[in-house]
Nanobody, 126 residues
């Protein structure tokens, strides 16, 4: 069992920055740790993922060039640095991890993940 806890959400003006953190505890051994987001009335959207073997990173088209995912294996922590935030980035951001068998082609699909955090609200508004 893996427990994920997000922190760092809040209210920010357009053009501003925030950094989210996701700390994992328990039987960690995931191949990927991923950020998704969900706005009211919309489906959960892939944001960014990191593969622990090699620290490869992957991004959704809507955040590419603005968001950066990074990880610290020793601290079991993943970060999402969000810059140049836009009102359309407003959502609940979720951290997710797989059970150790995730394949690359599946990382964009929320239903493929085994563990989820409780979510962190990010609101971009003036």
């Amino acid at each position: 069992q893996v427990t994920l806890v997000e922190s760092g959400g809040g209210l920010v003006q357009p053009g501003g920055s925030l950094r989210l953190s996701c700390v994992a505890s328990g039987r960690t051994g995931s191949r990927f740790t991923t950020w998704f987001r969900q706005a009211p009335g919309q489906e959960r959207e892939f944001v960014a993922a990191i593969r622990w073997s090699g620290y490869n990173t992957y991004y959704g088209n809507s955040v590419k060039g603005r968001f950066t995912i990074s990880g610290d294996k020793g601290k079991n922590t993943v970060y999402l640095q969000m810059n140049s935030l836009k009102p359309e980035d407003t959502a609940v951001y979720y951290c997710a991890a797989d059970g150790g068998r995730m394949i690359l082609s599946s990382i964009y699909t929320a239903s493929q993940y085994d563990y989820w955090g409780q979510g962190a609200q990010v609101t971009v508004s003036s």
